[in-house]
């Protein structure tokens, strides 16, 4: 069963103009298609041939001899959901349960948004910030290069990538106007509030 490159759950310039088509171009049709390649090429006459995502990633996860493909397989799951993070229409504070799990575990949307942005700006280097369940409560992580919150435990809501091809064209080196853009303009929260339910 080969892993397929997933389609985007909005057009390449739909997220303009905070996030353009030509970053699209590459953080998407090269990038993640790249760990695409890469992972069906090692899973390739292995045991883990028709083994899903989350299995391939759960298997050569903390494995030396599998390290390339962790990294591959966890890029690819970490970018899907990190499409799936973003919306056209999203951004700014949330409703429905999310916005009261907000409250509860953070005091108010402008704590948590702080926190979020703290997270995204500190991840040193190559790196993920996310919001995620924590033994029942809403906590933010951060994680370096293909870490991925699946392999502790951890229930993802939303994620923002802070590796430099996913800003580098729109802003240079200011991640801080992207993070800034990203938490006010484009947050997907109703993809938060699915994961909370499922």
């Not at 909005?10 to 905070?18: C, D, G, H, I, V």
């Not at 429905?96 to 575990?105: L, P, V, W």
């Not at 923002?160 to 729109?170: C, G, R």
């Not at 992207?178 to 909370?196: K, P």
Request: net charge negative.
């Amino acid at each position: 069963m080969a892993i397929e490159l997933p389609l985007l759950p909005f057009s390449k310039n739909a997220l303009e103009p905070y996030i353009s088509s030509q970053t699209l171009d590459y953080h998407y049709g090269k990038h993640h298609n790249t760990y695409i390649i890469n992972t069906n090429n090692l899973i390739k006459d292995t045991d883990l041939e028709n083994a899903s995502l989350e299995e391939i990633i759960k298997t050569s996860f903390n494995n030396a001899a599998q390290t390339g493909l962790f990294n591959n397989a966890a890029q690819v799951w970490n970018h899907t959901f990190y499409w799936h993070s973003l919306s056209p229409t999203g951004g700014g504070a949330p409703s429905g349960k999310i916005a009261a799990m907000i409250n509860q575990d953070f005091g108010s949307y402008d704590d948590f948004a702080k926190r979020f942005k703290e997270a995204a700006l500190g991840q040193f280097g190559s790196g993920w910030a996310w919001l995620a369940v924590v033994e029942g409560k809403l906590a933010i992580h951060k994680t370096s290069n293909a870490d991925t919150p699946i392999v502790h435990g951890m229930t993802p809501l939303l994620c923002i990538d802070v590796w430099e091809h996913a800003y580098y064209l729109d802003y240079k080196n200011v991640r801080a106007e992207y993070v800034d853009n990203v938490i006010n303009r484009l947050l997907n929260w109703e993809f938060a509030n699915r994961n909370l339910e499922e």
